[in-house]
């Protein structure tokens, strides 16, 4: 399952839906929150903008290359779009296999390439300005290490 939407997502039903009966030895989960990043929280939001159709192709593509390197059960990627406040959850990536070092190698790699290629842009917006953030160079280094 790829969604991208504006509506909040819960973790719980997520997780019970990676888990296949008596085959499900690992499930790796992670979950990205909005974070602070002005002087006043309150008064802070951004907007998260995608390409629709482009964004979920980008996403179909990053999965199906995890499939290829590791044996999964089954992947879930939900990454909201619009209007997010600080301590919204905005990402979540969640996957199950027979073993845990294929279900933390998959949501690691989905995770890195999820930041550089699922075609998102971020504007932060506070009180005092409103910009958009660039593209970070950490993110494209976290990329060498599953070439």
């Keep these: 399952m790829i969604s991208v939407q504006e509506a909040d997502f819960h973790v719980q039903t997520l997780y019970d839906s990676l888990c296949v009966a008596h085959k499900t030895g690992a499930v790796a989960m992670f979950v990205g929150r909005v974070r602070d990043f002005s002087d006043d929280p309150t008064q802070s939001s951004f907007m998260l903008e995608h390409y629709p159709g482009m964004t979920e192709h980008n996403l179909v593509k990053i999965v199906e290359e995890a499939r290829q390197r590791w044996t999964l059960l089954d992947v879930k990627v939900v990454h909201r779009a619009g209007k997010l406040s600080v301590d919204d959850q905005i990402v979540f990536v969640g996957v199950s296999s027979a073993h845990r070092a294929e279900a933390f190698a998959a949501c690691d ?25 660039e593209a970070k160079q950490s993110d494209e280094a976290s990329l060498k290490r599953w070439k």
Excluded: N
């Design 109 to 133: 790699y989905i995770m890195d390439y999820l930041k550089s290629r699922a075609a998102f842009w971020k504007k932060e917006i506070t009180p005092e300005k409103v910009e958009w953030v």
